[in-house]
């Protein structure tokens, strides 16, 4: 960590997510025996990082594009991006609000409000920092990593179709894997 960088970090610091080294992913069971992955390769949000020592000081609001979701096949995406999945001619974003910010044994707990569709619950996310320098323009970034898993179903997410050998096409289980940088903003 750069002295620049430690004399900030008295006080909150403001960052905006890099969204050309953030990574937003997500994982679902298909047929019940192999797996669908896919991304979303829009977003904006920022971080403000407490000071050191007072993580609870800390938040996070991030703003993805829906329709930005991509999975390798360009039907699946048009279905994904149709009513019955996101949706996205009437709710084009997915927002993330935290609420909370708590030390934990592997990192930090993140808790907050996810909004897909019309639908907000709370969402609990295992964040940790990767890393942290300056880059060759002289920005200070920082690397983290977070992980959560939700049911699909909880933000009305329920199409699905029923297979023939018993069991569901689209699994309702749905990980969440976050990879990404952050710059910190001037003032």
Do not use: C, Y
């Not at 609870?56 to 149709?82: C, F, K, M, N, Y």
């Not at 909370?100 to 639908?119: F, K, N, Q, S, W």
């Not at 933000?155 to 940088?181: D, P, Y």
């Amino acid at each position: 960590m750069s002295t620049t960088t430690m004399a900030l970090r008295e006080a909150a610091t403001t960052w905006q997510i890099d969204p050309a080294h953030t990574q937003v992913e997500f994982e679902v069971n298909h047929m019940m025996f192999a797996k669908v992955r896919g991304r979303f390769a829009g977003l904006d949000g920022t971080i403000v990082r407490g000071p050191e020592g007072q993580q609870e000081a800390s938040s996070v609001d991030v703003v993805i594009d829906a329709t930005s979701i991509e999975t390798g096949q360009p039907q699946r995406d048009e279905h994904l991006r149709s009513g019955d999945f996101f949706d996205t001619a009437r709710f084009p974003t997915l927002r993330f609000r935290s609420l909370e910010v708590e030390p934990a044994d592997d990192g930090l707990r993140l808790r907050g409000e996810l909004t897909i569709r019309d639908v907000t619950r709370v969402v609990e996310l295992q964040v940790s920092e990767t890393g942290e320098g300056s880059d060759p323009w002289g920005n200070e970034r920082f690397g983290f990593r977070a992980t959560t898993a939700l049911d699909r179903r909880d933000f009305g997410l329920t199409w699905n179709q029923a297979l023939e050998a018993g069991g569901i096409l689209v699994g309702n289980e749905v990980r969440i894997s976050i990879e990404g940088q952050a710059v910190l903003q001037a003032g």
